[in-house]
């Protein structure tokens, strides 16, 4: 069923299936005096989709006579080790190249990669331009509520640079997922499980099931719900994330974001109830999650010391650390530095 969910940050996020085949009708009623150019950001695999269908949509759907509206396109690489200043700095002198004014509106249609590397140029360009994002992943949907400020990653560690960077609005066409590969699928599907921990029993007993095909937008709308509700700063606070986010930075962004945030959960849990700070049960319950839905539970591929050593990244003091108390609660533990790779070890 079509939803749609208010973020904190004032703008709407708009789920429902087939919006991608109607997107000029859905820009254009955002349509006013502030902006004549319409600027289309996405990636090879995306464009060969749906590009030239939306660009006909905007030409075909009416527009307020006399209106004058430009329609250009630029295709960025979507891989995450793309996702830094150097392909921010092209994507801005390419729509300087277009002729681009600071009445431009950036529409960003792909996964996340291309949602915050075409957010971070449209906060920058001309002092910054109006962003419509169209996540296309499923990753990218769980995401939506959360795209009050945009990342990039620097040679030190991932998502180390960020700034403000609210949209107008979010399309999510849940029709897009078909075209995903198996493994973008589960790497979705591991952001989901993560926010789902963190919510609590409703939404977590479809992943213990193994039934969240058959409740994808049941799913996206939960996700999107109870991370619209969290404050900006708790955002980027959520269960596997830091320790997933050193795994894919360690592997050079080989490793999936997702499977590599499904191992930081499955270290995290592992580690809580070694250390009491979760039941056995609740630990296990996680652990089985994962494997229900074919995502992995273990890292074989970097040591605690390195994960640790990437978590650090030469700064003293403690590490803040989010840990599941129980399905629907998850607390910070501050560890201290020393301490760390032995809280990482025990969930190896």
């Known amino acids: 069923m079509p939803a749609n969910v208010k973020a904190n940050d004032g703008y709407s996020i708009r789920i ?156 999510c066409d849940t029709d897009c997922l078909k075209t995903l590969s198996p493994e973008e699928y589960r790497s979705g599907i591991a952001e989901a499980l993560k926010t789902s921990i963190m919510s609590g029993e409703e939404l977590f007993r479809i992943f213990e099931r193994g039934e969240v095909e058959l409740n994808i937008e049941k799913v996206i709308e939960g996700c999107i719900k109870y991370r619209a509700g969290l404050s900006p700063t708790m955002r980027t606070k959520c269960l596997g994330y830091a320790i997933g986010n050193a795994i894919e930075a360690l592997s050079g962004y080989e490793i999936q974001h997702g499977f590599a945030l499904a191992q930081g959960i499955g270290i995290t849990a592992r580690a809580s109830a070694k250390l009491k700070w979760c039941s056995d049960e609740t630990s296990e319950r996680i652990i089985n999650a994962l494997t229900k839905n074919d995502l992995p539970v273990v890292c074989r591929k970097f040591s605690a010391g390195l994960i640790s050593q990437v978590l650090l990244n030469g700064r003293g003091g403690d590490f803040e650390l989010v840990v599941p108390s129980e399905i629907g609660r998850c607390e910070i533990r501050d560890i201290k530095a020393g301490e760390l790779e032995c809280v990482i070890s025990s969930g190896m």
């Open 16 to 171: 429902r299936r087939g919006v991608i085949e109607r997107l000029g009708i859905e820009i254009l009623k955002l349509a006013d005096e502030n902006y004549t150019e319409i600027l289309l950001v996405t990636d090879e695999k995306v464009s060969g989709l749906y590009l030239q269908k939306v660009i006909m949509n905007f030409h075909e759907c009416p527009k307020p006579e006399g209106s004058r509206l430009r329609i250009c396109e630029l295709i960025i690489d979507s891989h995450e080790g793309a996702k830094n200043f150097h392909t921010v700095a092209k994507l801005l002198d390419d729509m300087a190249g277009l002729g681009l004014s600071g009445k431009c509106l950036v529409v960003a249609i792909g996964g996340g990669v291309v949602c915050e590397t075409a957010g971070f140029a449209a906060g920058c360009y001309m002092g910054g331009v109006r962003l419509v994002l169209v996540p296309t992943t499923l990753a990218a949907m769980i995401e939506a509520s959360a795209w009050e400020s945009a990342f990039l990653n620097l040679s030190s560690g991932k998502n180390l640079a960020g700034m403000p960077c609210s949209p107008s609005i979010v399309l």
